[in-house]
């Protein structure tokens, strides 16, 4: 299974951005989907989650700015990034595997990683 990120770049605060990520050389669809965040001397971040017929989940620091979705038929996740601020400047991964844990924000339980995307937000 492949994951490629993508969407990332550079905005001032107040803006938005939208990553995407797309899930491929799976037999069947992946249930859970994730992005996480991380930059340089931090452990790398719980963002937001999603599962089949369950309702996002956001880390605290985002709800309410950001919006999780997804294609099932495109077995292709999204983020859209609202009010962005300086705070929210990371690499972004996105993470899936095939059935939803409880720990759904706990990096560990991932089996599958995408490269990062990188999001600069700019004050």
């Known amino acids: 299974v492949q994951l490629q990120a993508s969407g990332g770049g550079w905005v001032q605060a107040g803006g938005s951005l939208r990553l995407s990520c797309a899930a491929s050389g799976v037999t069947g669809s992946v249930s859970a989907m994730a992005w996480f965040r991380q930059t340089p001397g931090k452990e790398r971040e719980f963002v937001a989650a999603?599962?089949?017929?369950?309702?996002?989940r956001y880390a605290a620091s985002v709800k309410g700015r950001f919006l999780f979705s997804r294609d099932n038929g495109k077995n292709t996740w999204y983020l859209q990034m609202n009010t962005l601020k300086p705070e929210d400047t990371a690499n972004y991964y996105c993470a899936a595997r095939r059935v939803w844990n409880v720990q759904y924000d706990k990096d560990v339980w991932y089996e599958y990683w995408g490269q990062g995307t990188l999001v600069t937000v700019s004050s």
């Open positions: 999603g599962g089949s017929g369950r309702a996002p």
